[in-house]
């Protein structure tokens, strides 16, 4: 595992290479700097041969290489890290040892597969619950059990989509419970739905990159349209469906932070604090490195991760 490295050790093993900058040094040189990923964390890396920097240079996202080099303290920062200086980088073959990069979450996915069914049992207004045993099924619900809920900023592992729905799900009914005048079969079909998308907008391939689709569109117009197209082959009510796209087109909670509307429900503000929390808690379960304290880059801020 590349967090297990240390200063002086040669390294061969599978990576996710992930391209920074290609350049030219002040010696006329060429040189190509990123991050190398894998399960056990991130490695920072350069290169300077030219063929390897050309390579790197024509690459359109992170990808999966045989990666080989000398670690050393990493001059660009301060801080003593490491970096590798990558000397081999070759396609992967089959017989590849790969296990490394493909990260799995720690929980149980059938038990969460049989709280995601409850769920949708639970919902008693006729047409909702239609229209989530309609989108949940088939090609759809394959996909929805497998993939990440990220790229790699929260649950960015297999089945990952799953556990952030059914937590969140769960958090939201939680809060519906508690205060009046909540329609909580909206907020569970809103918070089972909230992140559908996301089975076009990310592949579960190697690194999780972002679909064509999901670079153009992204996951809440995707979402919305998913939705809309099942409830309307159902003929679900108009208003009832827009009380649901409401939900799933807010639920990043501001225009800011890239939902095309606010908040204006009650129902939509559950879904969306529920869809926050869960995703900030995630954030203190991934680990990078070996301290209590630990800078978050989604947080952009140290968070603790375990007590002193």
Request: aromatic content about 6%; charged content about 25%; hydrophobic content about 45%.
């Given at each position: 595992?590349?967090?297990?490295?240390?200063?002086?050790?040669?390294?061969?093993?599978?990576?996710?290479?992930?391209?920074?900058?290609?350049?030219?040094?002040?010696?006329?040189?060429v040189?190509?700097?990123?991050?190398?990923?894998?399960?056990?964390?991130?490695?920072?890396?350069?290169?300077?041969?030219?063929?390897?920097?050309?390579?790197?240079?024509n690459?359109?996202?992170?990808?999966a290489?045989?990666?080989?080099?000398?670690?050393?303290?990493?001059?660009?920062?301060?801080?003593?890290?490491?970096?590798?200086?990558?000397?081999?980088?070759?396609?992967?073959?089959?017989?590849?040892?790969?296990?490394?990069?493909?990260?799995?979450?720690?929980?149980?996915?059938?038990?969460?597969?049989?709280?995601?069914?409850?769920?949708?049992?639970?919902?008693?207004?006729?047409?909702?619950?239609?229209?989530?045993?309609?989108?949940?099924s088939?090609?759809?619900?394959?996909?929805?059990?497998?993939?990440?809920?990220?790229?790699?900023?929260?649950h960015?592992?297999?089945?990952?989509?799953?556990?952030?729905?059914?937590?969140?799900?769960?958090?939201?009914?939680a809060?519906?419970?508690?205060?009046?005048?909540v329609?909580?079969?909206?907020?569970?079909?809103?918070?089972?739905?909230?992140?559908?998308?996301?089975?076009?907008?990310?592949?579960?391939?190697?690194?999780?990159?972002?679909?064509?689709?999901?670079?153009?569109?992204?996951?809440?117009?995707?979402?919305?349209?998913?939705?809309?197209?099942?409830?309307?082959?159902?003929?679900?009510?108009?208003?009832?469906?827009?009380?649901?796209?409401?939900?799933?087109?807010?639920h990043?909670?501001e225009?800011e932070?890239?939902?095309?509307?606010?908040?204006?429900?009650?129902e939509?503000?559950?879904?969306?604090?529920?869809?926050?929390?869960?995703?900030?808690?995630?954030?203190?379960?991934?680990?990078?490195?070996?301290?209590?304290?630990?800078?978050n880059?989604?947080?952009?801020?140290?968070?603790?991760k375990e007590?002193?």
């Amino acid at each position: 595992m590349l967090n297990d490295l240390k200063a002086g050790q040669k390294m061969c093993q599978a990576a996710l290479v992930r391209v920074q900058k290609v350049g030219t040094s002040s010696n006329g040189g060429v040189f190509a700097r990123g991050m190398l990923e894998d399960n056990g964390g991130h490695l920072a890396f350069i290169c300077f041969d030219a063929v390897l920097v050309e390579k790197m240079r024509n690459l359109e996202g992170p990808t999966a290489y045989m990666v080989g080099g000398d670690v050393d303290i990493n001059k660009f920062a301060n801080d003593m890290s490491l970096q590798l200086i990558i000397k081999r980088l070759e396609e992967l073959v089959p017989g590849d040892d790969i296990s490394n990069l493909v990260p799995h979450g720690d929980f149980d996915v059938e038990a969460y597969k049989n709280k995601l069914a409850n769920y949708i049992k639970a919902v008693r207004t006729p047409t909702l619950r239609k229209l989530l045993e309609t989108i949940f099924s088939g090609n759809t619900y394959d996909a929805f059990v497998h993939n990440p809920a990220g790229m790699k900023l929260h649950h960015a592992y297999i089945g990952g989509l799953l556990q952030h729905s059914v937590d969140v799900t769960e958090l939201a009914v939680a809060m519906a419970d508690r205060i009046e005048n909540v329609d909580k079969d909206l907020v569970i079909a809103g918070a089972l739905l909230h992140d559908i998308g996301k089975i076009k907008e990310i592949s579960a391939e190697i690194g999780f990159p972002y679909t064509n689709a999901g670079r153009f569109m992204g996951h809440i117009a995707m979402t919305s349209l998913m939705v809309q197209e099942a409830a309307l082959k159902l003929n679900m009510p108009a208003q009832r469906l827009e009380q649901l796209q409401h939900i799933l087109l807010s639920h990043h909670g501001e225009n800011e932070k890239g939902s095309p509307v606010a908040c204006a429900t009650r129902e939509a503000f559950i879904v969306h604090y529920a869809d926050e929390i869960n995703a900030v808690m995630n954030q203190f379960e991934q680990r990078e490195g070996k301290g209590a304290w630990e800078f978050n880059r989604m947080l952009g801020r140290n968070i603790l991760k375990e007590k002193l």
